[in-house]
Each structure stands twice: as structure tokens, then as C-alpha cells.
């Protein structure tokens, strides 16, 4: 496998954001926050909360990117729950389903999946064709991919305007980070 790309900043995020992101917030904030996720993994779950407050702190200030980096040896139902949120993608509601799985507390069973899409408003035929059929693994893949590339070994990683962060992933730590970033960026 490929090295990480290196700058004096630190390692890099591979590739950079691009239109198949999936992002939130103005894509011109000062701070862009990416995080590699896996939707069955406790410590991104709780990372999911302290992303939301950043969220709400920040505001506009922030643009947020989340990439699955599925752990499929240790999480048996995270590539299904990856899968489930493209194919939310695919009908204009990646952020809901997103949330929902988080929301979840790694309850992701096919039947667990099914529901959330009848929650959070889905086509439920064209959903259960969709996941049945894999429809959206290599959408999936290519996240994973990207993070290999970026030197990502765990969930969750994040990386600050295309470095990573290797400090601690709790409010306050994030928090000083992105805000020296946007002040560099500023």
C-alpha cells in the first residue's frame, strides 16, 4: 500500500474534497472538517455528538465532510449501514439517514435499516433494491479508499483544512483546533 502523502503541515487527506463528497455546511468556510467514520463503531458514535455541537458552534464557519471508513472485520453490520446512507444519497437524504444511524446506537440490522428509511421518508422499494443489490458498495469503497491513502487506521480520524488532527477528539480539543485553523486561514 501507498504512503500516506506528507506536507510540512502533516499527513494529507487523499483526495481532496470533491463533488461526490458528501458535505455539509458552505463548502468556502474557512474550516473544512472531514471525519472518516464507521457507523457501528462506539467512538464515532460519540464522535457524531461533539460534531454536531462543532456544528452548531461554528455555524456557516464550518464545512463538515463525512467519509465511511467501514471496519468490516470488527463491525459486522457497517458496510449494510454504509450502503444504506448512499442509497439515501441517491434519493436527496444522506444527512438524515446519516444521523439516524448515529442516532441508531448501532442497533443496524437489515429490518433496522428498512425502518430508518421509512423514517426518514425514502422510497422504501427502490431502498430495499438498492441495498439488496449493492447497489452503492463502490461509492462506499471509494471512501474507504480514500482513507487508506490518507493514513487512516481507525474511526474516527479527522482531518483540518486536508491535515489530520491526531490530538483528542473531545468538544474543547476539536474545538481550538478548528478555530486556530479558520484564524490561519483568515
Known amino acids: 500500500m501507498n504512503e500516506p502523502r506528507r506536507s510540512a503541515e502533516g499527513i494529507e487527506l487523499v483526495p481532496p474534497i470533491g463533488e461526490t463528497d458528501r458535505v455539509r455546511g458552505p463548502q468556502d468556510a474557512p474550516v473544512t472538517l472531514v471525519e472518516f467514520g464507521d457507523y457501528d463503531c462506539p467512538y464515532t458514535v460519540r464522535a457524531h455528538a461533539v460534531v454536531r455541537g462543532l456544528r452548531r458552534r461554528l455555524g456557516d464557519g464550518l464545512c463538515f465532510v463525512f467519509r465511511a471508513f467501514p471496519l468490516t472485520r470488527i463491525h459486522t453490520h457497517v458496510q449494510a449501514a454504509a450502503e444504506a446512507a448512499e442509497a ?25 435499516l428498512k425502518r430508518y428509511a421509512g423514517e426518514v421518508g425514502l422510497d422504501g422499494e427502490r431502498f430495499e433494491r438498492e441495498t ?54 483568515g
Open 88 to 112: 439515501a444519497a441517491a434519493q436527496g437524504r444522506f444527512w438524515e439517514m446519516h444521523d439516524r444511524l448515529f442516532e441508531a446506537h448501532r442497533r443496524l440490522e437489515d429490518a433496522d
Open 132 to 185: 439488496e443489490e449493492h447497489a452503492h458498495a463502490g461509492r462506499v469503497r471509494e471512501d474507504l479508499r480514500s482513507g487508506l491513502r490518507s493514513g487512516v487506521r481507525g474511526t474516527p480520524t479527522f482531518f483540518i483544512n486536508g491535515v489530520r488532527h491526531d490530538g483528542s477528539h473531545d468538544f474543547e480539543t476539536l474545538l481550538a483546533t478548528l478555530e486556530a485553523a479558520g484564524k490561519g486561514r
